[in-house]
């Protein structure tokens, strides 16, 4: 299996399954902050400019330059930190290399910036899945806000439910667990 292949891909008839948010939506990232227990790791470009510009850098930033299909702002985009690394990940589907770079970033103790070529949205299942106890993911919820999913066993296993309407490879499952 190749870096680039679909690790995991979202089939047309499970999108349903991942509109309505998995923990706390947010508006206020102090708020938020006040909530979450570190390391935090934040998937998107708007939620990780929120957290930065409140002073918290997330511990790992998936990023892709985008926010609901469109470029984003000069000014969130000059806000985040450089990337560290660049993987490619297909829209819909989330790839090997975003995965071991996901993987890798959580257990690095340095503060990571992953950009995504093509689409990072579920790059927050294997960051849930993969991300320590008690750790924070945070991601964006379009037209709402910022979803707080505290790892708890109950956020793993909520988000496994999700992850199992994915058709995923054995490459998917042996990287998270």
Do not use: C, N
């Not at 998995?22 to 570190?38: E, M, Q, R, S, W």
């Not at 929120?50 to 984003?72: F, S």
């Not at 109950?154 to 309407?165: I, N, S, V």
Request: hydrophobic share 45%; glycine share 6%.
């Amino acid at each position: 299996m190749s870096e680039t292949d679909a690790a995991a891909t979202l089939p047309a008839d499970a999108r349903d399954a991942f509109k309505s948010p998995i923990g706390p939506v947010y508006t206020d990232a102090a708020a938020l902050l006040a909530d979450a227990t570190p390391p935090i790791i934040a998937v998107g470009d708007v939620v990780t400019y929120h957290l930065v510009d409140a002073g918290q850098t997330p511990a790992v930033a998936v990023v892709d330059g985008r926010t609901e299909r469109d470029a984003v702002r000069p000014a969130v985009r000059d806000a985040i930190p450089e990337p560290d690394l660049t993987v490619a990940s297909e829209p819909g589907t989330v790839s090997v290399s975003l995965v071991r770079a996901l993987v890798d970033a959580i257990a690095d103790a340095d503060a990571t910036v992953v950009s995504v070529d093509g689409e990072e949205d579920l790059a927050v299942v294997p960051a849930v899945l993969a991300a320590p106890a008690d750790a924070t993911v945070v991601y964006g919820q379009p037209g709402e806000g910022m979803v707080r999913v505290p790892v708890t066993d109950a956020g793993r296993a909520e988000m496994r439910e999700r992850a199992d309407r994915l058709e995923t490879t054995a490459a998917f499952w042996r990287l998270v667990d």
